[in-house]
């Protein structure tokens, strides 16, 4: 492996089409503000580097990225690259992450708004990220002990896993297709409207309005905090442990409670069958 170390640099594709190459303490940035700069890499380790320049790893094949800090110019940080591992690593830019393939990303402080769209096979570990639409349109995804914050979050997604993580966000899984959440808070309005498949465990769901229009919909020894108008058109099969605030109109299957503030069975525009129950007192 070639080392490029302590270095400064700021022009156009500085380092483009470099390959089996360690970048370490390297600085990107300065007045010619040039861009792409390890644009077409193979085989490239970047080790505790700085980065204040727009495209910085475009159509990189087999890389690391750890260490290191991206700052807010950097807009697109991560296209169109495959087999990359990110860690401990602070990026701040817009769309950091997109039409990505084979990502893992550990112990990272991420904030970017579009981040993760497109992307194919990304594992994300012991990070904290905050993103106004993360992994739109994404699939095959397995995240472990995350704090995200943000709004339209996993919109289209495919395949997805969460465990133990913290998900402070609105309008989260829409349209998404085999989603299964275990062991998290996921706190926000309008939870999962039109999923398919998704699968709640042992998680506690805080907000309006949730779980409206799903189909195959499945809640096991799940909390609901704070929540009306609960799973209109929707075919569920839910154990609640505690308190539903309302249920609305849900289409078929079971939902199972301590206690149901309110069932509300009017101006439905389609059959609505479900069972819906109080579990006994033992």
Same mark, same amino acid.
């Given at each position: ?6 270095? #400064? ?31 077409? #890499? ?156 998704? #699968? ?24 609901? #905090? ?57």
């Amino acid at each position: 492996m070639k080392i490029i170390e302590n270095k #400064t640099f700021d022009a156009e594709r500085a380092l483009y089409n470099i390959s089996d190459t360690i970048v370490r303490g390297c600085t990107f940035a300065g007045p010619a503000d040039g861009e792409s700069v390890l644009k077409e #890499t193979r085989n490239i380790s970047v080790d505790g580097c700085n980065f204040s320049l727009r495209y910085p790893i475009w159509h990189a094949k087999k890389y690391e990225l750890k260490n290191s800090a991206l700052d807010e110019k950097t807009r697109a940080a991560l296209w169109y690259s495959d087999n990359g591992i990110i860690e401990n690593t602070d990026i701040n830019g817009v769309k950091a992450l997109r039409e990505c393939h084979d990502t893992t990303i550990r112990n990272c402080r991420i904030d970017s708004a579009e981040f993760g769209w497109k992307t194919c096979n990304t594992v994300i570990l012991d990070s904290e990220i905050t993103s106004e639409y993360i992994f739109l349109d994404a699939e095959n995804i397995g995240i472990e002990r995350l704090r995200f914050k943000g709004k339209y979050s996993f919109q289209y997604v495919r395949n997805l896993t969460i465990k133990d993580s913290y998900l402070d966000t609105k309008d989260a899984f829409w349209h998404s297709k085999n989603v299964t959440v275990t062991d998290s808070v996921v706190k926000g309005e309008y939870l999962a409207w039109f999923s398919e498949g998704l #699968t709640l465990i042992r998680c506690r769901i805080i907000g309006t309005q949730p779980l409206c229009y799903c189909r195959d919909l499945s809640l096991i020894d799940c909390e609901m #905090t704070d929540c009306d108008l609960s799973f209109e058109y929707s075919d569920v099969e839910a154990d609640i442990k505690g308190h539903i605030d309302s249920v609305k109109n849900p289409a078929s299957g079971r939902i199972t409670a301590d206690s149901i503030g309110a069932v509300i069975c009017e101006d439905s525009i389609m059959e609505s069958n479900a069972v819906i129950a109080e579990r006994s007192p033992k």
